[in-house]
């Protein structure tokens, strides 16, 4: 079965935080992607970053980071230096084939 | 510099009458895609197009149609509106039907049903 669980709802911190959010996924496939969106109070979901299983390497791309693990089965997001900007409800995304499966979101609060 | 552009972000429609929620895309992408995403819930699948070919949710309910009449436009047609079909819909692209390829989201439709 293909599942993604990303356990915590509902985050909140304060400007300038460092913040990290969860994901663990589930799959047999050997290959496979793993996304991450934004979704912002405006609804469009902003895609941030993809992945593939063969690459193991963490990614860095400004305040933005992921920690990939395959042993783990986890695809963390850290945020440095959290802004108001930030504050959306991000989700984890693993690709099966043609279809995004989607775990359940967290919402970041960023208070000034 | 809109990519995928969706129609209204806003509909209010009454229970019972049908509403069609429309989607375009500048991407030139072969597969376009229609999720539901009610409140606080992750976005379901409802259908999507790969070209001419429509490919259904098997559960998603026959109240939801799709029509795809030319490569950068997709309509979402609910044709007896419930409480329940009060959602954010979103629609979306990838260049093709593949793992690896990245969707891409509209800002969304968000629908009232009265």
């Known amino acids: 079965a293909q599942k993604v669980t990303q356990a915590q709802t509902e985050i909140s911190v304060v400007e300038k935080e460092d913040v990290t959010l969860d994901c663990v996924y589930e799959?047999?496939?050997?290959?496979?992607?793993l996304f991450w969106y934004k979704q912002p109070p405006s609804g469009e979901l902003v895609f941030l970053i993809r992945r593939n299983s063969f690459d193991e390497q963490n990614e860095i791309s400004g305040r933005y980071s992921w920690n990939f693990q395959k042993s783990t089965s986890s695809f963390n997001f850290t945020i440095t230096a959290s802004q108001v900007v930030d504050s959306a409800v991000y989700f984890c995304?693993?690709?099966?084939?043609?279809?995004?499966?989607f775990g359940t979101g967290t919402r970041l609060q960023v208070f000034p | 510099d809109a990519m995928v552009i969706q129609n209204p972000r806003y509909q209010v429609t009454q229970f019972g009458k049908p509403v069609t929620l429309s989607c375009s895309q500048t991407?030139?992408?072969?597969?376009m895609y229609w999720y539901q995403q009610k409140s606080s819930q992750a976005p379901k699948l409802l259908f999507h197009y790969y070209d001419k070919d429509f490919n259904n949710e098997a559960d998603t309910p026959d109240n939801f149609q799709s029509r795809r009449p030319n490569t950068s436009f997709c309509f979402l047609d609910i044709r007896s509106p419930g409480l329940g079909d009060a959602a954010m819909y979103l629609c979306?692209?990838?260049?093709?039907?593949?793992?690896?390829?990245?969707?891409?989201f509209g800002p969304g439709t968000r629908l009232t049903v009265l």
């Open positions: 979306a692209t990838s260049r093709e039907r593949v793992q690896t390829d990245t969707q891409y």
């Open positions: 995304a693993l690709s099966n084939t043609d279809k995004l499966i």
């Open positions: 991407l030139n992408h072969n597969v």
């Open positions: 799959t047999r496939d050997t290959t496979y992607y």
